[in-house]
């Protein structure tokens, strides 16, 4: 795992140490591969979803993730298998990076009973306790504090497991958030806190928003150091990653990461977007799409050929597709469920 060196730690501790985002190399040809298939899985699903909205099969709110893959699946690769996940309700990229079956999730999506949650929590609240995944979370910020709980139960437990815990860049001016950071820093609790920032909330952009956009820069007064990632390098998010999680493994306390990110869609699929020009969505999505970036990096180093990709593509394709049709085959919850599962 990559640390810190030990002069720079020192200064961490009080002040946020700001670098250029790490443009590495370093993954194997195996992983870079696997990084590919498991963003464009999560942008093929995504799509799909945002198809299945447009036809009213998934009602209520749903919040797309597409531009953003490179974030989650850098994460999850520098966790471990005793680490948890928290985040909110742009959630299904989390859930199929995290390798939650595409069936269950667009069930879930659809309110089937072959969902996660059995066709009760739609978009915004599906969790699978078997791979440590506790929710989208529809609270704006609350997700921040709970997973503050999950961190706090790691070192209970003494189970060496960190945290991740997602927020956007509209949601981390939710007070409850600076409440979960001063316990966490006085506890030295295990928890990654990952800002996405995508440049806007709900149609608001972050300097409309934020007297202070370096959001790396939000812990300084707790004593928790952060970084500024390239969210859209999924080698770089990694590094950052496996950096912030040896400095919680070591019980130093919380870490915070500002990946910086993009989202193509509207906050939500009821949101035009039109806050923002076509030509700026149409700029990043040509200088900077994550998946593109590291198609790019497969073809320079010679680990695949287009062909085999667009192969893959296909594959995923496919996967995504059953997903939908299980969805639509699976039957909706017994009116009975409306009373399970209220209390513990």
Known sequence: MA????SETKKATTKSAKSKPKKSNDASSEELLEFYRKMLLIRRFEEKAGQLYGMG?????????????AVVVGMKAASKKQDTVITSYRDHGHMIAYDMDPNGVMAELTGR????????GGSMHMFSREKNF?????????????????????????????????????AINQGQIYEA??????????????????????GTSIERASAVIDLYKRGDSFNI??????????????????EANEWCRSGKGPFILEMKTYRYRGHSMSDPAKYRSKEEVAKVRKET???????????????????????????????????????????????LELYTDIYA
Not at 3 to 6: N, S
Not at 302 to 316: F, M, R, T, V, Y
Request: net charge negative; hydrophobic share 35%; charged share 25%.
């Open 181 to 202: 950071f001063n316990m966490a820093s006085l506890w030295k609790l295990p928890i990654v806190y990952v800002i996405e920032n995508n440049r806007y909330g709900m």
């Open 57 to 69: 099969l998934i009602g209520g709110f749903c919040h797309l993730y597409i531009g953003q893959e």
């Open 225 to 242: 150091p952060g970084k500024q990632v390239d969210g859209m390098d999924v080698v770089a998010v990694r590094a950052a990653g496996e």
């Open 289 to 335: 799409d994550p998946i593109d970036m590291l198609r790019d990096r497969i073809f320079a180093q010679n680990i695949s050929d287009e062909a085999s990709l667009k192969d893959l593509d296909k594959q995923l394709k496919g996967i995504v597709t059953a997903a939908a049709e299980f969805a639509q085959q699976s039957q909706e919850p017994d009116p």
């Open 3 to 6: 640390r810190a060196p030990k």
């Open 134 to 170: 506790f929710g989208g979370h529809g609270i704006v910020g609350a997700q921040m504090p709970l997973g503050t709980g999950l961190a706090f139960a790691h070192k209970y437990k003494e189970d060496g497991g960190v945290n991740h815990a997602y927020c956007g860049d509209g």
């Open 113 to 120: 009973r072959g969902g996660y949650s059995k066709g009760k």
